[in-house]
């Protein structure tokens, strides 16, 4: 499809500038065929009248076999300088088309790559629910205690496909072209403190505890997707630490930015995975996490969404059993004038 498109265009480039070029070089024959017959007229009257010492007394032919030459090579000329501009045209053209069309081809691969993700994570649970009812239709005696387990088993399976939509639909809502995100003045502290409450029942469940230190800052943002995003990091911090284990959080105001960093001192990544995680559905070292815990590898793609959106930047460090940190940063408004505190409680 593409290969098609680029010759189409090619095509496109050759005859806008064929067209500009032979429009060009038909100006330019009939201004030089017309200076040559002025050229040759005054040379001839010239000379003649060097020859007789007076005015011709009879009009001189209009043309000469010499200007009819002039004209063979100045058409000659051009057709050569024509062809030039056409191997030229088409090129450039196919180099051009080519390197214009790179970012869609890019963009159409991965778009079909997350729908072949998407579609592959939808049908897994999908699966599981239609076989379990398979199985129950085949059954010949038909418990209660069977029918409870069934159903059971299915809202875990619904439950796993409502958290895959919604974050589907919320990476979408953050990756909208021209979306128009609703900002405004946000204290950092009020979203580390929903956010916290938010996190509060799985760190409980195990055992985790967070330490915060947080200077008030002020930011231009959204408060639904900074909270979101302060959710995911905490998340993950819970979701990849053992039990019994703390998670650090450091708010500072550092030049004009706003400086988060959530550190765990969890299972940590191997410095190959850390390039690909804020790729949709990257999940680091397959075997370790997607056996042991729950995700689809598009928390992270859509914390990175939200930082762009708010012009920031995110990083992470990590060391694989020593924990991981992650680093955002996002342009801040000022310092406020409340106090610092431990808002974990
Ligand atoms: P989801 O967030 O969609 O439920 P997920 O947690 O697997 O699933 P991401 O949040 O995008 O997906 O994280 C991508 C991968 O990065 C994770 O699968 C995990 O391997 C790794 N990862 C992220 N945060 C941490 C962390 N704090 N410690 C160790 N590994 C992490
Ligand atoms: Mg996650």
Redesign the pocket.
């Known amino acids: 499809m593409f290969h098609k498109t680029r010759l189409k265009l090619t095509a496109l480039y050759i005859l806008t500038t064929l067209l500009i070029s032979v429009t060009f070089s038909i100006g330019l024959y009939s201004m030089m065929v017309r200076e040559v017959t002025r050229f040759d007229k005054a040379q001839r009257f010239r000379i003649e009248r060097q020859i007789v010492g007076t005015a011709p007394s009879h009009p001189l032919p209009e043309t000469s076999e010499l200007i009819e030459e002039s004209k063979g090579r100045i058409v000659i000329f051009l057709i050569i300088i024509n062809a030039t501009v056409v191997l030229l045209a088409g090129g450039c053209g196919y180099f051009l088309a080519g390197r214009s069309l790179e970012p869609i081809e890019e963009m159409v691969r991965e778009q079909n790559r997350f729908i072949s993700d998407a579609s592959h994570e939808l049908r897994t649970p999908i699966t599981a629910l239609k076989s379990a009812f398979e199985v129950y239709r085949r059954s010949k005696k038909k418990t209660q205690k069977e029918a409870s387990a069934i159903i059971d088993d299915s809202l875990l399976e619904v439950d796993a496909l409502q958290?895959l939509t919604e974050?589907l639909l919320e990476l979408v809502q953050y990756n909208k072209p021209n979306k128009t995100t609703q900002m405004g003045r946000l204290d950092l502290v009020d979203i580390f403190k929903d956010a916290l409450r938010r996190v509060k029942p799985l760190a409980q469940k195990s055992q985790i505890k967070i330490k915060t230190d947080i200077t008030p800052v002020t930011v231009q943002g959204n408060g639904q997707a900074l909270k979101d995003l302060v959710v995911?990091l905490l998340?993950?911090?819970i979701?990849?630490?053992s039990q019994k284990t703390t998670i650090t959080i450091h708010v500072k105001k550092v030049q004009n930015n706003a400086v988060m960093s959530i550190s765990?001192r969890?299972?940590?990544?191997d410095q190959n995975?850390l390039p690909h995680?804020f790729e949709r559905f990257?999940?680091?070292?397959t075997a370790r996490?997607k056996r042991n815990?729950?995700?689809?590898?598009?928390?992270?793609?859509i914390?990175s969404e939200i930082v762009q959106t708010h012009n920031g930047t995110i990083q992470v460090s990590?060391e694989i059993k020593k924990?991981?940190t992650?680093t955002v940063t996002i342009p801040c408004i000022q310092t406020t004038m409340r106090k610092k505190s431990n808002i974990f409680s």
């Open positions: 958290n974050s995911i998340d993950n911090a979701k990849y630490s765990d969890g299972i940590g990544m995975d995680i990257y999940r680091a070292d996490t815990t729950e995700g689809y590898g598009l928390g992270l793609a914390a990590s924990g991981t992650f």
